[in-house]
């Protein structure tokens, strides 16, 4: 079986300071990592994917992750803030294990970037 | 261009009724998706089909059935609707071979 914790339900941050938005993964096989976003009323759009081959990640709007297998984290950062990246944000984990390839999510971490 | 689209964006029915959403993908994948995001924002794999077959089939009430005439669409059914039902209803896809999903918008199911 897999999981995924997203410590910190609610992060604040100021405009132009670093975001880290924290994931750690459960599984007994090689994952595969994702962050989603999700904006106010707006369906989940991918910010980037772990998929076995670097170990730090780079995806859209200036958002990076790093695999850590020692860690078993996959951490969201973003080296200065912008007020258009308050949203909710996801980590989510899928395995080849089983076929299934549904992802299984966190919880879910709100971003807010305060001016 | 939309990629994964769903239809209605908002649906609002009384308790005993029955509705469906619908779900296209213009994307060519071969594995569709329904997810259910309830008040609290946690997703949860509702049903997954691949090239029209029921992949996954989550502990869903049998109020639910998903159904795919074709593998661009997803459509889901669901009779006798409760009130704990109210949630968002997301469609998503993935290409073959792969794990990524991509989403739609949503559909958000008010049942009163």
């Known amino acids: ?115 | 261009d939309t990629a994964v689209s769903q239809t209605p964006k908002y649906l609002v029915t009384q308790m005993g009724n029955d509705k469906s959403i619908k779900c296209e993908q213009n994307l060519g994948h071969d594995t569709m998706y329904w997810y259910k995001q309830d008040s609290k924002k946690f997703l949860k794999i509702m049903f997954s089909y691949n090239n029209k077959e029921l992949i996954i089939n989550e502990t869903v009430p049998n109020r639910f059935s998903p159904k795919s005439p074709d593998k661009a669409h997803l459509n889901l059914h669901i009779n006798s609707l409760e009130l704990g039902d109210s949630a968002v209803y997301f469609c998503a896809s993935s290409p073959v071979g792969s794990y990524e999903q991509y989403f739609g918008p949503g559909t958000r199911l008010t049942v009163t």
């Open chain 1, 1 to 115: 079986a897999q999981s995924v914790t997203q410590l910190g339900s609610h992060v604040s941050v100021s405009e132009g300071a670093l975001v880290l938005l924290r994931c750690n993964y459960s599984s007994s096989v090689p994952p595969y990592l994702f962050w989603y976003v999700q904006y106010p009323n707006q369906g989940l759009q991918l910010l980037l994917k772990y998929t076995s081959a670097a170990t730090l990640v780079k995806g859209i709007n200036g958002f990076e992750a790093e695999f850590k297998k020692s860690e078993t984290s996959f951490h969201l950062t973003k080296p200065s803030a912008h007020m258009s990246d308050a949203a909710e944000y996801f980590c989510a984990v899928s395995t080849m294990d089983t076929g299934r390839r549904a992802l299984t999510f966190g919880s879910g971490t709100r971003l807010q970037v305060q001016p």
